[in-house]
């Protein structure tokens, strides 16, 4: 298991990142996504510190709120040292019918970490993440509530997920301007048949030195090796439940097939190809991998051993490139002179 730092920050962690959203169950989409009840969560919770893995990641709205409590008390139950392991969540969604029991207010925020940290059970969280963008609420406003936390000993670190490039730039801008706590990190969807984010998104994580938690890297199972163009998968599995995120199927079949063939070739799962690509990805900090059962995180801890070659790697890419869009092909063109000349210049 290799450790990256997290952003800008001397905060290691995990290149595999521990997902709870399977845990809990409940009503509707948590009941499709998965059903772990404490005692399997603390055998999971286990394994995953024994493989090295020390981030852990979770959602206040996961099981509204009982993804949290398991987590909370698998830590205590197994008695994990606070400072051994590096605990997430994320607040933005509904937690009740009012107005204000959702969005990146103040007023919901404020409310949203105490009720976290005591299904947690603990006395700070160490990456704290707004799970969405709010139309509704001034960006400043959201930033301005981050800081107070951190200044108030309650969040080390703050982050963002699924939001816009312009507006982690905007939200990044407010804070070096203001002397505020700045984002570390994106959560973000991204998969060998979802390459969406490198369009805008990764060269803004690279410029702005943010780090980069992918989210649902098996495109919710549909790169695990049991789909396929003529493979439906097993009765009841979740993408058969809960198809998302959306895929462009056609494009996740060809990944699939050459992912197939490599996985063959070194005698593992298509699900390890899949994770190793990620991996590989200079831009990625950790890999969230949420599992159900032993032998599922057993198979994704395995992606970590996985090495892939430059012609892997290549014929990888090939299989999985994203269309070209403007204004990135006029980038391409009109850049090829300058670029060339850097590489004159780093050549010595």
Same mark, same amino acid.
Request: glycine share 10%; hydrophobic share 40%.
């Given at each position: 298991?290799?450790?990256?730092?997290?952003g &800008?920050?001397g905060?290691f962690?995990s290149? +595999?990142?521990l997902g709870?959203?399977?845990?809990?169950?409940?009503d509707?989409?948590?009941?499709?996504?998965?059903d772990?009840?404490?005692?399997?969560?603390?055998?999971l919770?286990g394994?995953?510190?024994?493989?090295?893995?020390?981030?852990?990641?979770?959602?206040?709205?996961?099981s509204?709120?009982?993804?949290e409590?398991?987590t909370?008390?698998?830590?205590?139950?197994l008695?994990i040292p606070r400072d051994?392991v590096v605990?997430?969540?994320?607040?933005?969604?509904?937690m009740?019918?009012?107005?204000?029991q959702? *969005?990146?207010?103040?007023?919901?925020? %404020?409310d949203?970490?105490?009720a976290?940290?005591?299904?947690?059970?603990?006395?700070?969280i160490?990456?704290?993440?707004?799970h969405?963008?709010?139309?509704?609420t001034p960006?400043?406003e959201t930033v301005?509530? +981050?800081?107070?936390?951190?200044?108030?000993g309650h969040?080390?670190?703050?982050?963002?997920?699924?939001?816009?490039?312009w507006q982690?730039?905007k939200?990044l801008?407010?804070a070096? &301007?203001?002397?505020?706590?700045?984002?570390?990190?994106?959560?973000?969807?991204y998969?060998?048949?979802g390459r969406d984010?490198?369009r805008?998104?990764?060269?803004?994580?690279?410029?702005? *030195?943010?780090?980069? %938690?992918?989210?649902?890297?098996?495109?919710? *199972?549909?790169?695990?090796?049991?789909?396929?163009?003529?493979?439906?998968?097993?009765? *009841?599995?979740?993408?058969?439940?809960f198809d998302?995120?959306?895929v462009?199927?056609?494009?996740?079949?060809?990944?699939?097939?050459?992912?197939r063939s490599?996985?063959?070739k070194?005698?593992?799962?298509v699900?390890?190809?899949?994770?190793?690509?990620l991996?590989?990805q200079?831009?990625?900090?950790s890999?969230?991998?949420?599992?159900?059962?032993?032998d599922? +995180?057993d198979d994704n801890v395995?992606?970590?051993?996985v090495?892939?070659s430059?012609?892997?790697?290549?014929?990888l890419?090939d299989?999985?490139r994203?269309?070209?869009?403007?204004?990135?092909? %006029?980038?391409?063109?009109?850049?090829?002179?300058?670029?060339?000349?850097?590489?004159?210049s780093?050549?010595g």
């Amino acid at each position: 298991m290799r450790y990256n730092t997290l952003g &800008h920050t001397g905060l290691f962690v995990s290149e +595999l990142c521990l997902g709870t959203m399977t845990f809990g169950g409940g009503d509707g989409i948590w009941h499709q996504i998965g059903d772990v009840q404490q005692a399997d969560a603390d055998r999971l919770v286990g394994r995953a510190i024994d493989a090295g893995i020390n981030f852990i990641d979770t959602a206040d709205v996961y099981s509204q709120g009982v993804s949290e409590q398991i987590t909370g008390q698998a830590l205590r139950n197994l008695k994990i040292p606070r400072d051994q392991v590096v605990i997430a969540t994320k607040v933005f969604g509904p937690m009740g019918e009012s107005p204000n029991q959702s *969005g990146a207010t103040r007023y919901h925020i %404020m409310d949203g970490v105490k009720a976290s940290l005591k299904r947690l059970q603990l006395d700070h969280i160490d990456l704290y993440q707004i799970h969405g963008f709010d139309p509704a609420t001034p960006v400043e406003e959201t930033v301005r509530a +981050l800081d107070t936390l951190v200044q108030q000993g309650h969040v080390r670190y703050v982050g963002v997920s699924n939001w816009a490039a312009w507006q982690i730039v905007k939200a990044l801008g407010i804070a070096q &301007h203001r002397g505020l706590a700045r984002f570390q990190s994106l959560q973000a969807y991204y998969t060998i048949a979802g390459r969406d984010l490198e369009r805008e998104l990764v060269p803004m994580l690279a410029s702005e *030195g943010l780090g980069l %938690m992918v989210w649902s890297p098996l495109a919710g *199972g549909l790169l695990s090796g049991k789909y396929g163009r003529d493979k439906d998968g097993e009765a *009841g599995s979740r993408r058969t439940t809960f198809d998302f995120p959306p895929v462009e199927r056609e494009r996740a079949w060809d990944c699939v097939d050459a992912m197939r063939s490599i996985a063959d070739k070194k005698g593992v799962s298509v699900a390890q190809i899949a994770l190793a690509w990620l991996l590989h990805q200079p831009v990625v900090t950790s890999v969230i991998v949420g599992a159900k059962r032993i032998d599922q +995180l057993d198979d994704n801890v395995a992606a970590t051993k996985v090495k892939l070659s430059a012609e892997e790697l290549a014929v990888l890419d090939d299989v999985s490139r994203l269309p070209a869009e403007y204004p990135g092909w %006029m980038f391409a063109r009109q850049g090829e002179r300058r670029r060339d000349l850097i590489s004159q210049s780093e050549r010595g």
